[in-house]
């Protein structure tokens, strides 16, 4: 079994800066693939970013490509999503998963583990 926690959320100013963390117990989250998942108000969940496993490769929704980042730290067993450019339609509530499948994927039914979301709302 993996926990996943989220933190990092809160009420942001446009323009501002944001990182996201999710942080494992239970196993070493360094085997697990691990993506980031968002719902919006009134919208369906959508994939965001993810991480592979041994390889790191990265994977990352059109509309956040070249502005948010994902990355991991295997020594304190947490990935994190951040960005320098914040805005408002980034509005949501952020949920971290992981795929014991390794390899860095959008679609959510490849991962196992999620954690119970942290919420972000962006000010303009």
């Known amino acids: 079994q993996v926990q996943l926690v989220e933190s990092g959320g809160g009420l942001v100013q446009a323009g501002g800066s944001l990182r996201l963390s999710c942080a494992a117990s239970?196993?070493?989250?360094?085997?697990?693939?691990v993506g980031w998942f968002r719902r919006a108000p009134g919208k369906e969940r959508e994939f965001v970013a993810s991480?592979?496993?041994?390889?790191?490769?990265?994977y990352y929704a059109n509309s956040v490509k070249g502005r948010l980042t994902i990355s991991r730290d295997n020594a304190k067993n947490t990935v994190y999503l951040q960005t320098n450019i914040v805005k408002p339609e980034d509005t949501a509530v952020y949920y971290c998963?992981?795929?014991?499948?390794?390899?860095?994927?959008?679609?959510?039914?490849?991962?196992?583990?999620w954690g119970q979301g942290t919420q972000v709302t962006v000010s303009s």
């Open positions: 998963a992981a795929s014991p499948l390794g390899v860095a994927t959008m679609d959510p039914g490849r991962y196992t583990y």
């Open positions: 239970g196993r070493t989250l360094s085997r697990y693939a």
């Open positions: 991480i592979g496993a041994s390889d790191v490769s990265t």
